[in-house]
C-alpha cells in the first residue's frame, strides 16, 4: 500500500470548504492542518465570524492556523513543524512567498478557478461571467512568488450557460477542481507527477477583486452586456439600481438576473421601466428590453416583478419610472 500525502490545506471561503471535504475523504490525504485568514465581522451585529474553511476544519477536528502572513520566521517555522509533502491552496487569499512555497518536500498546488493564464487574480469566476466568455475552468498549477503564474499540471474546461451565475458556476467549479485534484494528488502519490507546462504570460489576463461599485448597473450599455454583468455579481456585491418613480422617494433596490427582451424604438431613453411583461420588469437597455423576474428593495424582502409594480409603480397611465445607478450611501 502506497504511504499517504503529508498535506497542509490553505483556503478560506466556500470554494476551499468543499475542496477540503473531498480531501478529507480522500483515502491517500494526511490532513497535517488547515490554514485560513482571519475571522472577519459579518452581518448587521458585525458579529466576527469564522471563514467556511475554518468551520469545515473544525468539524473534522483538524487543527487550523489563522496567520496574517508569512513574514515572520516564527510562523514559517510553524508551518515547517507539520512536515508536509504538500501544501495545497484553494482561494487562500494570502500571496505565499517563496520561503513559505519551499518548505513542503514534494510540492506546492493551487486549484485555481479558471483556464490560466486568462484571469490570473481574485475573482476568476466573477469576471470571466461579466466579460461574456462562454467557457471558463479550473486550472491545477505548481505555486510560484507571483500571482497565479505557475506552471500548468492539469486544465479542465467548463461551459458557461446563459443563466449561470457568479453562485452556479462558483459550486461546479469547485466540484471540477477538486476532482481535478486529486487526479494530480494519486499521479504525485505514485511517484509519477504530471508533465509541467509553463504559462504564456503574454495571453495572461487579471481579475481584480469585487468591490460593491462593480454592482451598480448602468442602463446605457446593451442589454447582452447588462445580463453579463448582473449574472458576474450575483450573489455579491449584487446588481444594485435606484427606481425614480412618481410620487416616491429613490429606492434603492437590488435586482435578480432576468433575460434579454426585444428591441426597444428608439426614443426610449436607457433606464425607463417600461412596465411589465411576461411577468417581469421591462427596463430599457441601449438597445434592447432587459426583463427582471425579481428584486428586494433595500430593506425589504424579495419580491416578483409584478407585486413591485403593483406596490410601487406609477399610478397613472402613461407614467413611467427610472433605474440608474446608486448612489454608493444608498446601499445596505
Not at 294 to 306: C, E, I, T
Request: positive net charge; glycine residues 8%; hydrophobic residues 45%.
Amino acid at each position: 500500500m502506497r504511504p499517504k500525502l503529508r498535506i497542509v490545506f490553505m483556503g478560506t471561503p466556500e470554494f476551499a470548504a468543499i475542496v477540503l471535504r473531498r480531501l478529507i475523504a480522500w483515502e491517500g490525504a494526511d490532513l497535517a492542518a488547515v490554514y485560513c485568514r482571519e475571522d472577519k465581522p459579518a452581518g448587521r451585529g458585525h458579529k466576527l465570524t469564522p471563514p467556511p474553511a475554518k468551520l469545515t476544519a473544525l468539524e473534522y477536528g483538524l487543527p487550523v492556523q489563522q496567520v496574517k502572513n508569512f513574514t515572520h520566521e516564527e510562523s514559517r517555522a510553524a508551518l515547517a513543524a507539520f512536515r508536509p509533502d504538500l501544501l495545497v491552496t484553494a482561494a487562500y487569499g494570502l500571496i505565499l512567498p517563496q520561503a513559505v512555497l519551499d518548505i513542503p518536500r514534494l510540492d506546492a498546488l493551487n486549484v485555481h478557478a479558471s483556464l490560466l493564464p486568462r484571469y490570473r487574480g481574485a475573482a476568476p469566476i466573477q469576471r470571466a461571467i461579466m466579460n461574456g466568455e462562454s467557457a471558463t475552468g479550473i486550472t491545477i498549477m505548481r505555486m510560484e512568488a507571483d500571482l497565479d503564474a505557475g506552471p500548468v499540471l492539469r486544465q479542465r474546461a467548463l461551459a458557461i450557460g446563459a443563466s449561470d451565475t457568479a453562485a452556479t458556476l462558483h459550486d461546479e467549479l469547485a466540484h471540477l477542481g477538486v476532482g481535478l485534484l486529486l487526479e494530480v494528488l494519486d499521479a504525485c502519490r505514485k511517484g509519477e507527477p504530471p508533465a509541467a507546462i509553463l504559462q504564456n504570460n503574454a495571453l495572461a489576463t487579471y481579475a481584480a477583486r469585487l468591490e460593491k461599485h462593480d454592482g451598480y448597473i448602468d442602463w446605457r450599455y446593451p442589454a447582452h452586456v447588462i445580463h453579463a454583468r448582473i449574472r458576474g455579481v450575483t450573489p455579491w456585491p449584487g446588481a444594485w439600481a435606484t427606481a425614480l418613480l412618481p410620487w416616491r422617494e429613490p429606492l434603492s433596490v437590488l435586482l435578480m438576473p432576468g433575460h434579454i427582451g426585444p428591441v426597444l424604438p428608439e426614443d426610449v431613453p436607457p433606464g425607463t421601466i417600461v412596465g411589465t411583461m411576461e411577468h417581469c420588469l421591462a427596463v430599457a437597455c441601449a438597445d434592447r428590453c432587459y426583463y427582471i423576474p425579481k428584486l428586494r428593495v433595500s430593506g425589504r424582502q424579495s419580491m416578483d416583478a409584478v407585486s413591485f409594480w403593483n406596490g410601487y409603480g406609477p399610478r397613472h397611465a402613461g407614467e413611467h419610472g427610472r433605474l440608474c445607478p446608486p448612489a454608493p450611501r444608498n446601499l445596505q
